[in-house]
């Protein structure tokens, strides 16, 4: 009777360190101080396709590609993409990944992965497990608007780079996607940075 107690209480909390391990396993995104909630950093991006660029073969660019935000805080990135043209994306890129609630609104629209045929470009930071990628804009409209907060964690400096094959030549890698040129297009760097004030 006693043996078989220890038994039941072992398998209730081996059940719940399971469920427990489970349930982080779908934590998308740190958690930050109110504060930190209430006051986002916004960091504005556009992206700019070919033509607008009149950039050679027609390079894309997401700009700025260097942007920071601090540490531990929460960020707020609004992005408006000109680009009305899909292109493959890696693996599984096409989904939504470590933003908060683990989504992102397109024109308002909450989305949490995209058909993997309708995917422009991504916002990729492996490091960070972030992903936010950016569908063609519709012809109703003369940009997309994507927005997704994502919380920082530690200082550090990130890369970010597209994951659709959106380049030159023939896999789309060439160009704006080639290490050379390498940052500035389809490449850069998110610099999160400690600020005290946000630390508390
Ligand atoms: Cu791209």
Redesign the pocket.
Known sequence: MKLNKLALTALASGMLIGMTSMASAHVTSKKVSPLAAKYPTIITLTLYHGPQNNAPDGY?N?TPAYFSAPANSQVEFIIHSYDDGP?PVVGDDYKVKGTVGGYELVDGKKVTAFNKNNV???ITMPQLNLNIPLPPKTANEPYVTVKAFYNTGNAGQYNWQ?M?A??SGKSGWGG??SPAPGKGW?YGTFTVYNLKSYQR
Request: with cysteine; hydrophobic share 55%.
């Open positions: 894309p997401i292109a422009a470009h991504t597209c659709a959106c380049g704006a996607m389809m």
